[in-house]
């Protein structure tokens, strides 16, 4: 139980387009979702926090304009990576917190690589 | 800052026992112990948790000290899948409760 996927796993893309990234919760209705980056050799950094219905809260230094997160539904959450750019390119990570397993533990999917020439 | 210290690195025959220690000197009444590995490329995954009391599923162990303050975690039989940065992290139980992730330990398990 408690499994999360991302599509794609990996994304080319060229500069200045747009790439949308999808989480779900595949076995269990997730009140929370998390997004997350990884840059190679560093750790986790925490992106934005999603509940379903409402804004996500962005961590600071985190441009909301750029990285539009919509969590339209229990089990899916899209992280929407806008005009992207080289530096943009990264791992991108979610994660879920199953509510109603009455567990606040985060459940990560696989990750997906964004590459942006 | 992460609230957490984790030596960089450490390694383990298979088939032994792998302690990973964990420092959370600073850690308050209402923080839990979380650890997750990531293995490379992948997203991280759940290991286990604890409050105070020593926990223990199908995966590991985890040995919370009586003044909280450290915690050791123990795969009781390594494999070569074992090999992973383990990440030690304490936070507060609550819906949004925000996940702090330091550099972690790499373990590598040799045969």
């Known amino acids: 139980g408690a499994v999360v996927s991302q599509h794609p796993s990996w994304v080319i893309c060229k500069s200045g387009t747009s790439v949308k990234i999808e989480c779900r919760s595949l076995d269990f209705q997730a009140t929370t979702m998390f997004w997350y980056r990884q840059f190679p050799k560093q750790s986790l950094m925490l992106m934005a926090t999603s509940n379903e219905g409402s804004k996500a809260t962005y961590e600071q230094g985190v441009e909301k304009d750029k990285f539009l997160i919509n969590h339209a539904s229990l089990t899916l959450s899209t992280l929407t990576v806008t005009s992207a750019h080289p530096e943009d390119s990264s791992f991108y990570i979610c994660?879920?917190?199953?509510?109603?397993?009455?567990?606040?533990?985060?459940?990560f999917g696989p990750g997906t690589r964004l590459t942006v020439l | 800052d992460a609230k957490t210290t984790q030596p960089p690195s450490m390694d383990c025959a298979e088939g032994r026992a792998a302690n990973l220690p964990c420092n959370h000197s600073t850690i308050s009444g209402n923080e839990y112990v979380y650890w997750y590995r990531q293995i490379h490329s992948q997203g991280p995954q759940y290991i286990i948790h604890g409050l105070k009391n020593n926990e223990t599923n199908e995966m590991a162990s985890l040995i919370i000290t009586e003044d909280r303050k450290s915690s050791t975690l123990i795969l009781p039989h390594a494999t070569l899948r074992d090999t992973a940065v383990y990440y030690c992290?304490?936070?507060?139980?609550?819906?949004?409760?925000?996940?702090?992730f330091g550099k972690g330990i790499t373990l590598s398990v040799r045969p």
């Open positions: 992290i304490v936070t507060e139980w609550g819906a949004n409760s925000k996940l702090t």
């Open positions: 994660s879920a917190i199953a509510g109603e397993l009455n567990t606040d533990t985060q459940y």
